[in-house]
């Protein structure tokens, strides 16, 4: 009786029927959970990886808008997680910027970069030249709940360099309007002198911001510029008085106004057109091209200066640059003056100016190019038929014969209209190395919308352009637009926060490189 109890026991031990599932429903939950585990990491890696994209894009978002410290926090928000923003996501909730963003003046950036601290116009105040964004988020889990683990918090942070720097090298053409009514006074909202030293006000602090040379390096020295630039005045003046702007090679300040000439072309003829300037005239006027063109009119690229400070991290300019005294900025001289004579006639100045910058590049491989064009608004007036001549055959727009009604550049009629044609041309045409073209920026200063271009009204590429719809046509893009009228007829939509013209030379030097983000923890 005995061993047949032991025997039984022995064969319940042994029979394993029935075992499986409940292990299979142990194994069950494991194989859940940690795939649960797994998916929930996974979701929330992807939000951390949201998070940190979200608070980069704020980081240069605000970057883009300094020294304007009121407008970077703005755009901090705008372009943050936080909800109803435009880097909101549904995957993360109670996202927070606590108490940034925070502003800074690295010396790393300075000494570096190049990039010097901005005052800010803003709030907070002070000197920056980058900004930190932090942002906090929840991730809500998935399957966290089943370990009492609802969500994860997580953190993102990003720093951003403002623009401005060294970065790609640019060859700058400014184009001034020198006719006579820019020797008006000044409203007073710009400055307390004559339009035309109001504008130089604004070329100096352009300038002033430029880089024409290697950070550590001498750029009166020589050697390879980063940032050149050179005048252009229009009308054009004798080419042999051009230095008067400056004082000649003494750079003392100039007591006589170049003689203003005509606008000349040299052969408009249908067999052999030469539509530049003769070399006895030019535009081009700091620096002024030494000698006569070289073959096929194409300025010497000598033309260009990157002397106009001693270095990269010179707060002041160099007094001894010919395009320094000609913008003003050696004390004692006014530098450019307008003197008028002639009517308003942009194409030939802008054809020039792309020439000369073309002939720049070539000579400076690696760089790009840019044009500022500023003009008064005077455009309705425009340059008369007698204010236009050709040497060889006959202006188009002038006469009595079939071209009397032409527009087609070069021609007396429908001038506004060829002005935006050779800025459009300046921007699309491939620079020297198949590139994009040229960058046009264009201020207009005082323009009204009143009226029409007169030369435009009947015939023209362009019927019906006034004054500042002209200069908005003229720039490269919408943003590349600015007027110094914010509220009247004639303003820039895409610039309205920039109408001193001080300020908005300082958006065109700051628009010239790109925010961009450095290691947190820059110092």
Partial sequence: MKLHKVCFFRRLLKDTSGQSAPMLAFSMLAFIGISGMTIDLGHTYVARQQLQTSTNAAALAGAASLPNTTTATAQVKAYSAMT?????????????????????????????????????????????????????????????????????????????????????????????????????????????????????????????????????ATCTSGGTPVDSVSLFVFPSVLTSQAKD???????????????????????????????????????????????????????????????????DASSTLNAGSQVVVAAGGKSGCAGIVGKGGEGTYYAQAIYQAQTALIAQQKANPGSQNAMIILGDGDMSASASSSQMVAQTGTLNGTGSGSNKNTYTYPSAVGQCGQAIIAAQAAAVTPNANG?????????????????????????????????????????????????????????????????????????????????????????
């Fill in 435 to 523: 590139a994009s073209g040229t960058r046009v920026y264009t201020v207009a200063y005082g323009a009204t919308t009143s009226g029409t271009c007169s030369t435009d009204v009947t015939y023209s590429a362009y019927k019906g352009v006034n004054a500042c719809t002209t200069m908005a046509d003229m720039a490269s893009s919408p943003g590349y637009f600015y007027s110094d009228n914010g509220s009247g007829n004639c303003s820039s939509p895409n610039q309205l926060n920039f109408t001193k013209l001080t300020q908005i030379f300082q958006a065109i030097e700051r628009n010239l490189t790109t925010p961009r983000l450095v290691p947190n923890g820059t110092t």
């Fill in 245 to 311: 702007y400056y004082g000649g090679t003494s750079l003392t300040c100039p007591t006589t106004i170049p003689t203003i000439e005509p606008y000349t072309f040299q052969n408009v003829s249908t067999s052999s057109p030469n539509y530049n300037p003769p070399d006895t005239y030019t535009y081009q006027v700091a620096p002024t091209p030494p000698g006569t063109y070289a073959t096929g009119n194409i300025p010497n690229p000598a033309a260009f200066a990157h002397d106009f400070k001693v270095t």
């Fill in 84 to 216: 109803g923003q435009k880097s909101a996501t549904p995957g993360l909730t109670n996202v927070s910027l606590g108490s940034t963003p925070t502003y800074h003046c690295l010396t790393t950036l300075i000494s570096n970069m190049g990039l010097g601290c901005a005052t800010a116009t803003g709030i907070p105040t002070g000197s920056y030249n980058a900004v930190t964004v932090t942002q906090t988020a929840l991730v809500p889990l998935w399957f966290g709940g089943m370990f009492h683990i609802p969500g994860f918090n997580i953190g993102a942070t990003a720093t951003a360099a403002m623009s401005g720097g060294q970065n790609t090298p640019w060859n700058v053409a400014i184009v001034i309007d020198a006719t006579s009514s820019m020797t008006s006074s000044d409203s007073g909202l710009q400055c307390a002198g004559t339009r035309e030293s109001c504008t130089l006000q604004g070329v100096q602090i352009l300038l002033e911001l430029m880089y024409p040379c290697a950070a550590g």
